[in-house]
């Protein structure tokens, strides 16, 4: 019913105010249960109530606490992967310029022995040519002096000696390095 029903109800029923106003014993007797109803709550419902929240703000808070401290602990565990892979990383880094400056030193070091190498054989070969050139010198002139003797055997129709006949080949050859 709506409150104008509820007026047109009093205002027919002769009485009006008793039927909205309760008697006053009603109203004794509610207070009265409503105190003893109070009463219970205070003492059983509501300190058990109040327990419960207490109890379960408290194991917020832990989880709160907990899920902190859970996020402090995998910050840290961050940091330290960080610091981790960037000592790894700085470490890898090193690794490699060092094996560039070890493969460097090493391929300066193959070049040198190569020059090394390539110098003394050339050093040989020019050593064993020289000594070629003068094992062919001294076969020539050994040949040249016995041409030498030869011809100037059959031209002079005698036999030189062989201090003279050094003395003429030295001579011949020292006519013909002159020529070149």
Same mark, same amino acid.
Request: cysteine-free; overall charge negative; glycine content about 10%.
């Given at each position: 019913m709506t409150g104008s029903a509820l007026v047109v109800l009093a205002?027919?029923?002769?009485?009006?105010?008793?039927?909205?106003?309760?008697?006053p014993f009603e109203i004794v007797w509610g207070l009265v249960g409503f105190a003893i109803?109070?009463?219970?709550?205070?003492?059983?419902?509501?300190?058990?109530?109040?327990?419960?929240?207490e109890n379960?703000?408290? $194991?917020?808070?832990?989880?709160? $606490?907990?899920? $902190?401290?859970?996020?402090?602990?995998a910050e840290k565990l961050?940091?330290?992967?960080?610091?981790?892979?960037?000592?790894a990383r700085e470490q890898a880094s090193k690794i490699i310029e060092d094996t560039r400056t070890q493969?460097?030193?090493?391929?300066? #070091?193959?070049i040198k022995r190569a020059e090394d190498e390539a110098r003394q054989i050339v050093e040989?070969?020019?050593? #064993?040519?020289?000594?070629?050139r003068n094992r062919l010198i001294q076969d020539l002139r050994g040949q040249v002096a016995d041409l030498s003797l030869t011809i100037a055997s059959k031209i002079v129709g005698t036999?030189? #000696?062989?201090?003279?006949?050094d003395e003429l080949v030295d001579q011949y050859i020292n006519e013909l390095s002159s020529l070149n």
């Open positions: 205002a027919e029923g002769g009485g009006g105010a008793t039927v909205l106003v309760p008697a109803l109070m009463a219970v709550m205070a003492k059983k419902v509501f300190p058990q109530l109040n327990e419960t929240l379960r703000q408290n $194991e917020i808070q832990g989880r709160l $606490e907990a899920a $902190e401290s859970a996020h402090q602990e961050r940091r330290q992967y960080e610091e981790q892979l960037a000592s493969a460097e030193g090493l391929r300066q #070091d193959l040989r070969a020019q050593a #064993d040519q020289q000594a070629e036999e030189l #000696d062989g201090g003279r006949h």
